[in-house]
């Protein structure tokens, strides 16, 4: 299981203590620090089930910059998503989990951090 994080975001920071707490087994991503590629937001982004605007921040002072509220959400705008998100790593939604069996969740309750758990078969020794 690998964890993305910002380690300012207080959601960021809740999630690692249950997955402490929980004794689970992960490898941090501290993604401000260690952006991911385009490659590595499209694989996420499969594994989540979701497209790029449903993990934008769309209200963060860059975002607003870049315009994106604006942005169409089409197929045909997809890849112009994804190269903003590699360029501008703050407009990641955060924190999101990759479970060992091949999904993602993005991790911002209790119980979707829970679930990224249960899918990587318990997280835990």
Not at 21 to 27: D, L, Q
Not at 80 to 106: E, F, K, M, N
Request: hydrophobic share 40%; net charge negative.
């Amino acid at each position: 299981m690998e964890i993305w994080l910002n380690p300012a975001c207080s959601k960021c920071r809740s999630a690692v203590e249950i997955l402490d707490e929980a004794g689970a087994h992960y490898t941090v991503r501290t993604y401000l620090e260690d952006p991911p590629s385009a490659g590595d937001l499209r694989d996420v982004l499969t594994r989540l089930g979701l497209e790029p605007w449903d993990i934008t921040r769309t209200q963060e002072a860059e975002a607003k910059e870049l315009g994106i509220g604006d942005w169409e959400r089409t197929d045909a705008a997809r890849e112009r998503w994804i190269a903003a998100l590699a360029a501008h790593p703050r407009l990641i939604q955060r924190p999101i989990i990759t479970a060992d069996d091949g999904s993602a969740l993005v991790g911002r309750s209790e119980d979707a951090v829970r679930e990224a758990m249960a899918r990587a078969g318990g997280g835990t020794s």
